[in-house]
């Protein structure tokens, strides 16, 4: 592309400032080379230029020295965070592992109670099913045998036991009560049919009653004699036996005189037949005596002669 003379002359002017500067920078090497001979020659600058490449190999050591001395504490600061890491993270783990141990083993635990109990409910709701069975069998048979359709008499005079694993309880087996009841450490046995019946506590009377008496004051046994227990009793024995006896004969009719709660008024009926006591067991069973709702049990003979106190044949 031709150039016109105005960008002809600004082209001579640069180019010619450019050969200048050349120039005077060959000039400028020249003669820093000339000064750098002439000291060069120079002894003391030789050794200056020794020393300052001695200090300068010094200090590139130095820093090298430097650089492996912080790298190696580095290397150490690291190894050391790298432990501690280690360590807090199998301290970690050991927690979460044994706390997922204790989270197994308490679901575990929790489990086997949920289950034990979903048998126990189980087991619960078979014996109930069971008893309810054996009971409504029971009383299938009972209601046979009081109106002399079949003799259940084994069956039903099988006996129940409040701990079948124990010993018999003596003062059960004697008067056919014990002071403890249900909570007795020793077995009691209830005959399912018995001639004898047994009603708890069914005559009442002050004068057995050693608590504080509203009326007779802390002991109103003392404001009875034996004469009026005698005659309170009489009227009782009159005005009950008579319903008594119309289920059947009576062999024998006792009243316990005692002043613990479990003997208290106690009444035994002996019926001569064992229909007759299961017939008066079915009767008497629930009904009201003197504002008192009756209970009405079987009982195992007893053998009056050793269950009666001796300071009472004493006196």
């Known amino acids: 592309m031709a150039m016109n003379r105005k960008q002809w002359r600004k082209y001579i002017k640069k180019t010619r400032r450019k050969k200048i500067r050349q120039k005077l920078a060959q000039h400028r090497d020249a003669a820093e080379a000339k000064a750098e001979a002439l000291r060069l020659a120079d002894p003391d600058y030789v050794m200056y230029l020794r020393e300052r490449e001695q200090l300068e190999r010094m200090a590139s050591e130095w820093e090298e020295e430097r650089r ?8 150490d600061r690291e190894k050391e965070a790298q432990s501690l890491f280690a360590e807090k993270r199998q301290k970690l783990e050991e927690e979460q592992r044994d706390e997922k141990e204790k989270r197994d083993r308490i679901r575990k635990e929790f489990e086997e109670m949920e289950m034990k109990a979903k048998a126990a409910k189980a087991e619960k709701e078979r014996l109930l099913q069971e008893f309810l069975k054996k009971q409504q069998e029971r009383e299938r048979m009972f209601a046979e045998y009081l109106v002399g359709i079949d003799d259940h008499l084994p069956v039903l005079r099988e006996s129940s036991h409040s701990r079948p694993d124990r010993n018999p309880c003596v003062f059960f087996g004697k008067v056919g009560a014990c002071r403890f009841g249900v909570r007795c450490s020793s077995d009691h046995a209830i005959p399912g049919l018995s001639e004898l019946l047994l009603l708890p506590n069914f005559f009442a009377h002050p004068a057995l ?15 009875f004699d034996d004469d009026e227990l005698y005659r309170s009793y009489t009227e009782f024995f009159m005005d009950v036996i008579e319903e008594f006896e119309s289920f059947g004969p009576i062999s024998g009719f006792f009243v316990t005189r005692n002043f613990e709660p479990h003997l208290r008024g106690n009444v035994y009926v002996q019926y001569e037949k064992v229909r007759d006591a299961a017939k008066a067991y079915q009767r008497m069973n629930g009904r009201f005596y003197a504002s008192k709702q009756l209970r009405v049990e079987f009982r195992a003979p007893i053998v009056w002669t050793a269950a009666v106190c001796g300071k009472l044949i004493e006196t």
């Not at 492996?68 to 290397?75: P, S, V, Y």
């Not at 009653?209 to 404001?223: A, K, M, R, T, V």
């Open 68 to 75: 492996r001395f912080e790298n190696a504490l580095w290397l």
């Open 209 to 223: 009653d050693h608590q504080q008496h509203p009326e007779y004051g802390l002991d109103s046994s003392i404001e």
